[in-house]
């Protein structure tokens, strides 16, 4: 059962444009939330996290926005830069004991920014 | 800088065969872990260890174990690999706490003939 959803495959945005992510999660002891991204050949690199007690956090040009009653966060990048075109993955980490070191991912989104 | 290293990143085995990856992070991380990444699944947990000699299974930990003698390195082990153990298998570390990133290596990518 997939506890942290990423139903956008891929996602292609216009240089300069706002890009936006978008992560679905059903455990509500999900507590704390992250933003990976990938290139091709190297592994995954952190991006931006946020916890629950929070609603937004912003990093730069990337923002997390957190609703906690949807069950539900995006990433928003602006403006979008080629070099932004990697795989995009959300996780969860949930709250308590040796458990709480775990993350659940999500099943990445393709970036790809157009020239 | 963390640094996260993996022994192949590249690496074909025939079916049977006994296959270990290694992982080695230079950041003194209580916590390490081993993942597979699939197309259209994401990075699946297969198993963590949050201490020398401790070890947890995570979500797929079927057919994989794991050994974590030192602090700095933990292993994968496949004792006896079949083709649907072809994947991208990515090492990750970090501090205890569950407010903390993870640190990646660069991934082995498994073939299985």
């Known amino acids: 059962d997939q506890q942290v959803k990423q139903n956008s495959p891929s996602l292609s945005v216009q240089e300069g444009r706002i890009s936006i992510l978008n992560c679905d999660y059903t455990?509500?002891?999900?507590?704390?939330f992250l933003w990976y991204k990938k290139y091709p050949a190297e592994g995954p690199t952190f991006l931006i996290s946020?916890?629950?007690?929070?609603d937004k956090n912003e990093d730069g040009r990337f923002t997390v926005f957190l609703n906690k009653s949807a069950k539900h966060l995006s990433l928003h990048i602006v403006p979008s830069q080629p070099g932004d075109s990697a795989v995009y993955f959300c996780?969860?980490?949930?709250?308590?004991?040796?458990?709480?070191?775990?993350?659940?991912f999500g099943q990445g989104t393709r970036l790809t920014i157009n020239p | 800088d963390v640094k996260v290293t993996q022994s192949s990143r590249y690496l074909v085995k025939r079916t049977g065969e006994k296959v270990f990856l290694e992982c080695v992070q230079d950041?003194?991380?209580?916590?390490m872990f081993w993942y597979r990444q699939d197309p259209g699944l994401g990075l699946r947990l297969i198993y963590f260890?949050?201490?020398?000699?401790?070890?947890e299974k995570g979500d797929i930990p079927e057919g994989y174990s794991v050994s974590r003698e030192k602090k700095e390195r933990f292993s994968l082990i496949l004792e006896s690999a079949s083709t649907n153990q072809t994947s991208m298998y990515l090492c990750?570390?970090?501090?205890?706490?569950?407010?903390?990133?993870?640190?990646f290596g660069p991934g082995t990518r498994l073939t299985v003939t």
């Open positions: 990750a570390s970090s501090p205890p706490g569950s407010r903390y990133e993870q640190y």
């Open positions: 455990n509500s002891m999900f507590d704390y």
């Open positions: 946020i916890s629950s007690i929070k």
């Open positions: 996780a969860a980490s949930a709250v308590g004991g040796q458990g709480a070191q775990k993350l659940v």
């Open positions: 950041m003194d991380h209580e916590n």
């Open positions: 260890s949050y201490d020398v000699k401790m070890k």
